[in-house]
């Protein structure tokens, strides 16, 4: 068994591969270079996996590259992949998520972008048709850029619904569909906003990332600019479960691949003031859904003043589970023991944008 780790720069992507039990790592690197990789996805529902890359270069602009021998070659069209209908406006700044379909269809690739719209591929991620239905939903006059941009960060596709799938975004909220995309609703009720008059709008939330399990796929964590919330109720409601972190700002969140209720994120001290609380590197672990957490730090370091972004941290599907997660200083940390321990497996890289891992 081969652990394949994908790892999203501001100056390209970097592959690391361990065929040892993740005892150590191959890294190879930059590919892409001098891009902007905020989005990778690793597609196995096929025999063979398919990388996806979300790349922006400064002279060409934002494309999707697509790799199904592991990141030896890539292909991209020559045309852009992903681009707006001109009777939109809009030119696409960069791609933000790549997330596959469910495994009932195997073809289905999505890509949530900026400005905040949702696209859909029908081919594996080659190219891509905007959702219209999202597009021109009534409240996306009133979305606002986050501090890192106007975009769709998340994408859920339901793992056994057809047609359902989740979205979130900074800054306007949780929008589901349940007619694959023609019609959405606002799924917003629980979260407090901090930046605007009402505190509890219907829409408008500066939501930093989302995520479910497939074994609970009606149970959502969520981590918001001042918040840390779940819902038990598909997303219907919210409740807060940041008591017991040191902070409720923070960008990640993520969920153990075989336990729904274990999840983990990377607190910082504030909007302001984006370091982990007294320098300190810890991932924090619930084992109960939010109900209490403990900090996690045996191989990380204390005087660290680096953030973690909303996806520079992800599991892999391996036994027992693999944690990672990347700095905006370019470090990159591994758990093979489903975060009770850490050790580097890259250093000195550019800026992490993006991590992504899975068993090939």
Known sequence: MAVLLAIGTRKGLWLATSTDGRASWELTGPHHPMTEVYAVGIDVRRGTPRLLAGVTSEHYGPSVATSDDLGASWQEPGHAPIAFPEDTGEALARVWQLAPGPAGEPDVVYAGVEPSALFRSADGGRTYELVRGLWDHPHREHWTPGGGGKAIHTVIPHPATAGRITVAMSAGGVYRTEDGGASWQARNTGIKAVHVPDPYPEYGHCVHKVATHPQ?????????????YRSDDD????????????????????????RPDVIYTFPLVADMRRFPPD??????????????????????PDGFWAGVMRDAMCTDDAEPAGVYFGS?????????????????????????????AATV
Not at 283 to 300: C, D, F, H, I
């Open 216 to 228: 609970a796929p009606e149970r959502f964590y969520a981590q918001v600019h001042h918040g840390v």
């Open 235 to 258: 997303a219907a409601s919210w409740r807060s479960i940041a008591e017991g972190l040191p902070s409720d700002f923070g960008f990640p969140m993520v969920v153990h691949p075989r």
């Open 279 to 300: 320098a300190r590197c810890r991932v924090y672990r619930s084992e109960n859904a939010g109900e209490s957490w403990e900090a996690l730090g045996p191989g990380l």
């Open 328 to 356: 905006r200083t370019g470090d990159v940390y591994a758990s093979r023991d489903e975060g009770d321990s850490w050790r580097l497996v890259a250093s000195h890289l550019p800026d992490v944008l993006c991590v992504r």
